[in-house]
């Protein structure tokens, strides 16, 4: 059985970084894309950035953060991170871990499994 348990988020000040981890379990890195995704209040979840590691670990990301976010796994410790840089107040948002086993996608409704999410909250 897939789980995926997400935590780091937290309450921080514009500019600041948070990193975010993604602890998985039935899942294989090997066999899985990976993602992170986001939702704020009254918006539909959106994209962030998504890793394949069956692809030289190449790495995909949404344009608002790239630059600022870098995706990366621990495959002895089968976790995913998200390394939040600068971050704005328009980050502020739900951020959620998400198992996809087809390919790499930015559709939301394409990953087959999901974390419970974790708030990021960045004042300004």
């Known amino acids: 059985q897939v789980q995926l348990a997400e935590s780091g988020g937290g309450l921080v000040q514009a500019g600041a970084s948070l990193r975010l981890s993604c602890a998985a379990s039935?899942?294989?890195?090997?066999?899985?894309?990976m993602g992170w995704f986001r939702q704020a209040p009254g918006k539909e979840r959106e994209f962030v950035a998504a890793?394949?590691?069956?692809?030289?670990?190449?790495?995909y990301y949404a344009d608002s953060v790239k630059g600022r976010f870098t995706i990366s796994m621990y495959n002895a410790k089968n976790t995913v991170y998200l390394q939040m840089n600068s971050l704005k107040p328009e980050d502020t948002a739900v951020y959620y871990c998400?198992?996809?086993?087809?390919?790499?996608?930015?559709?939301?409704?394409?990953?087959?499994?999901w974390g419970q999410g974790t708030q990021v909250t960045v004042s300004s």
């Open positions: 890793i394949n590691y069956s692809n030289n670990g190449d790495t």
């Open positions: 039935g899942v294989s890195f090997s066999r899985y894309v």
């Open positions: 998400a198992a996809n086993w087809r390919a790499v996608t930015r559709v939301p409704n394409e990953y087959d499994y």
